[in-house]
Structures are given as structure tokens and as C-alpha cells.
């Protein structure tokens, strides 16, 4: 019992010293300057981490919220002015005003993910296109316009959204006869190959003349009637017509005259045949099959397009039009062969307007891509790149390119 009762009494005694001794103690540190006391440190470093960790995590969230606005905060709150031209299948101006076409259906698509209002205002060509936008004339220029290295100087473009080609268009008329065999005579492999007969014709006639000036006079007296005579019957012996009237006396000279005979009916035999099968080749297929035929034809081209550019890096000679409409005329009027263009904007063109008359080849070549074009340094470049990427992915877009070019992608 008294051990209990001492316990009893004992123990809120030791609590309370316990409460003082803490107290006390508590009080004493706190009075310590913090540089002379580690314990006291903690509490100041521990509470500027803290202060610079919430300072740094407001300024990520609130670059974290500008990132996540949307495309169209971006955009001004006004009617965007678009710059186009009238370029089937891509931009394609209506009776009463309205535009459709590929690019214009890929445009509305894109500011129904924007929300932005726009107008378009036409230009006559693509060159004065580019220098409006590059003036800034325009927000954005929607059309058929082909991403070059000259254009990207002085403007931006957007991710491309169509790649394409150039194409040749040449017409469906068969070409004069006389008019292939011209063209067969002249061109750089006919050449060739009669220089190279004659000159082996007159290499034969000299050895002649070398063998037979001494021993038959045929072939004797000066070097000019010597020389003369061996040839004119080394051609002769070439062609077959040769009378039989003089030739060699010599063991030598009848050796080379028997090998010259029978090289030169093989050698004209071949070359016959040659020119022959050009002449069927070209009379059936026509003059222009891709593009290595270009560089020995007539060729239009529209005038400030990327194709003037191509045409120029690979010297080729071109006559420039205005439109391509006016360079197909020319080519069904048969002034030029062939007819250089972007391959999609050739083929609708000619299949709506000279069906009968153009045809376009199955050959593309100088791989382009078509893109939006805005001033450069365009602060709506990402939103627009964004918004394109998002839409050509869609399964409308195909059904857009299926509608307009037939094409499943």
C-alpha cells in the first residue's frame, strides 16, 4: 500500500519536472544565435528549399498551361485574310465566288479545328502569290504551292500535306513521218554512228592506197588522185556499188578489200535497222516517252513554277506560257513536243479540257510537296503544322484525295 501511494504521488511530480526540463531547454535554444547552433539551421534552409521549390513548381505550371491552350488561342481574334489561286484540283473558284478543291477542303478542315474565321483574296499566279505573302500581304496563302529552297527565303511554309511530282503531258496526234526521220538524222546517236562509219571508210581507203599506189594504177600517181580513188572505191565497196572495173592487186590489199566487204555489209546492215526500228519506235510511241527524251525536244513549261527550275538545273531548253492551258494549245497545235508540270494539276487539266487531244505519261519524276504558305517568322506556324499533321491523318482527308484524284491512301 505505501509503495503504491508513493508511486501514486510520485510520478505527476517527475511529469511535470519532465515538462520543465523541455521548457527550459526549448527557451535556451532559441536564444542561440542560429549560427552558432546546427540544430537551429535546419528550419531556415529547410523553409527556402520549400519556398524555392513552390516558386519553381507555380512558374512550371503556369508554363505547362500556356503549352496546353489550345491551337486557336494563338490566332488573332479577327478575320484572317487567305491568299489563293485558282489551280484544279487543289483550288478550284466557282461561278458564284465559292472555292473547293483539295487544299481548300484541307484549309476548312483545319479551322474547324481552329475556330477562326477567315476571307480569301485570288492572285493571278503563284509567283505574285508568294510575293504577297512574303510581304504579308496575306496570313496564310492556300493553293498549290510547291516548297522550294528560293520560296523558303523569303517566306515559311507549313508540314508539307500532298507529296507530288512533275509529270509530261504530250499529245495524242501521231507525228509526220518526215518529220521522225529528221529528227532520227539529227539526233546525237545517228551522228555517231555514220561518224564512225565514215571514218573507218576512210581508213580503209588510205591502207588501200598505201598498199596499191606502187603496184596498180588505180590507185597510183599523187597522193591527192591516189588517196581519192582508194576511198571513193572503199565507200563504193562499203555500199555495194561498186562496178568491178579496179580494186587491189596486191596480197594485201585484196586481204583488207575481202574483210572490208564483209564488215561493211554487217556494219550496214545493223545501222539499217537501227534507224528502222527508231523510226517504228518513235512513229509508235512518239517522240517523247520520259524524261531522258526532253533534251532533244520542244518544251513548255508555266512560267515562275518550280518546273522552270528543274528544267534549268538540267539544261533543258524551254519555252515559258502564262497558263498551263496555253501551253497545252501550243502542244496540241504542235509548236512544242512536250509540256513539263506538276503530274496531279497536268492530269486534271488535260483530262477536263483536252481529253481527246493530251495525254499525260505515267512517269513522275523530281519528287515536290505542296504546303501552306504564311510570312516568315509566322507566329501561327506551330498551331497551323499541329492542326495539318492531326488532319491528313484523318480518315477524311483520304476520302478528300479519293473524291478529287481517285487515290487511296
Do not use: C
Given at each position: 500500500m505505501r509503495i503504491q501511494h508513493f508511486g501514486t504521488i510520485v510520478a505527476p511530480v517527475l511529469i511535470a519536472l519532465l515538462v520543465v526540463l523541455e521548457s527550459m531547454i526549448s527557451l535556451s535554444f532559441a536564444q542561440v544565435a542560429p549560427w552558432n547552433?546546427?540544430?537551429?539551421?535546419?528550419?531556415?534552409?529547410?523553409?527556402?528549399?520549400?519556398?524555392?521549390?513552390?516558386?519553381?513548381e507555380g512558374a512550371v505550371v503556369r508554363i505547362l498551361a500556356q503549352?496546353?491552350?489550345?491551337?486557336?488561342?494563338?490566332?488573332?481574334?479577327?478575320?484572317?485574310?487567305?491568299?489563293?489561286?485558282?489551280?484544279?484540283?487543289?483550288?478550284?473558284?466557282?461561278?458564284?465566288?465559292?472555292?473547293?478543291?483539295?487544299?481548300?477542303?484541307?484549309?476548312?478542315?483545319?479551322?474547324?479545328?481552329?475556330?477562326?474565321?477567315?476571307?480569301?483574296?485570288?492572285?493571278?499566279?503563284?509567283?505574285?502569290?508568294?510575293?504577297?505573302?512574303?510581304?504579308?500581304?496575306?496570313?496564310?496563302?492556300?493553293?498549290?504551292?510547291?516548297?522550294?529552297?528560293?520560296?523558303?527565303?523569303?517566306?515559311?511554309?507549313?508540314?508539307p500535306f500532298y507529296d507530288t511530282g512533275l509529270g509530261i503531258a504530250v499529245s495524242t496526234k501521231s507525228v509526220s513521218v518526215w518529220y521522225e526521220l529528221i529528227a532520227t538524222m539529227i539526233s546525237f546517236g545517228f551522228m555517231q554512228a555514220a561518224g564512225a562509219l565514215i571514218g573507218i571508210s576512210l581508213a580503209v581507203g588510205a591502207l588501200i592506197w598505201l598498199f596499191e599506189r606502187r603496184h596498180n594504177e588505180d590507185f597510183g600517181g599523187g597522193a591527192a588522185r591516189g588517196l581519192g580513188a582508194s576511198i571513193w572505191w572503199s565507200a563504193e565497196a562499203m555500199t555495194q556499188a561498186s562496178t568491178g572495173h579496179r580494186g587491189p592487186k596486191t596480197l594485201a590489199g585484196r586481204i583488207l578489200a575481202i574483210i572490208w566487204m564483209v564488215v561493211s555489209i554487217i556494219t550496214i546492215a545493223i545501222f539499217t535497222a537501227s534507224v528502222t526500228s527508231a523510226l517504228t519506235t518513235r512513229q509508235i510511241r512518239g517522240l517523247v516517252n520520259g524524261v531522258e527524251d526532253l533534251p532533244t525536244v520542244r518544251v513548255g513549261a508555266v512560267k515562275g513554277s518550280a518546273t522552270t527550275g528543274f528544267l534549268d538545273s538540267e539544261r533543258i531548253k524551254h519555252r515559258d506560257?502564262?497558263?498551263?492551258?496555253?501551253?497545252?494549245?501550243?502542244?496540241?497545235?504542235?509548236?512544242?513536243?512536250?509540256?513539263?508540270?506538276?503530274?496531279?494539276?497536268?492530269?486534271?487539266?488535260?483530262?477536263?479540257q483536252f481529253s481527246s487531244s493530251v495525254q499525260v505519261l505515267d512517269v513522275v519524276f523530281d519528287s515536290q510537296n505542296y504546303g501552306i504558305a504564311m510570312p516568315e517568322g509566322s507566329r501561327y506556324r506551330e498551331s497551323i503544322d499541329v492542326a495539318i499533321l492531326e488532319t491528313i491523318h484523318d480518315e477524311k482527308w483520304k476520302q478528300t484525295l479519293f473524291r478529287y484524284l481517285g487515290e487511296k491512301h
Open positions: 547552433d546546427p540544430f537551429t539551421n535546419v528550419r531556415p534552409v529547410v523553409s527556402q528549399r520549400a519556398t524555392a521549390g513552390r516558386a519553381k503549352n496546353s491552350l489550345p491551337p486557336a488561342a494563338v490566332l488573332p481574334n479577327r478575320e484572317l485574310v487567305i491568299g489563293t489561286k485558282e489551280a484544279p484540283p487543289f483550288a478550284m473558284k466557282a461561278p458564284d465566288g465559292t472555292w473547293s478543291g483539295i487544299s481548300i477542303d484541307l484549309w476548312r478542315q483545319i479551322t474547324e479545328k481552329l475556330g477562326v474565321k477567315f476571307r480569301y483574296v485570288e492572285e493571278p499566279s503563284v509567283q505574285s502569290l508568294v510575293t504577297a505573302t512574303a510581304r504579308g500581304d496575306f496570313d496564310l496563302s492556300v493553293a498549290a504551292i510547291t516548297i522550294t529552297a528560293e520560296r523558303e527565303r523569303s517566306i515559311d511554309f507549313s508540314q506560257f502564262e497558263k498551263v492551258q496555253d501551253g497545252l494549245k501550243e502542244l496540241v497545235a504542235g509548236s512544242i513536243d512536250a509540256f513539263v508540270y506538276d503530274k496531279p494539276l497536268l492530269s486534271w487539266i488535260a483530262e477536263q
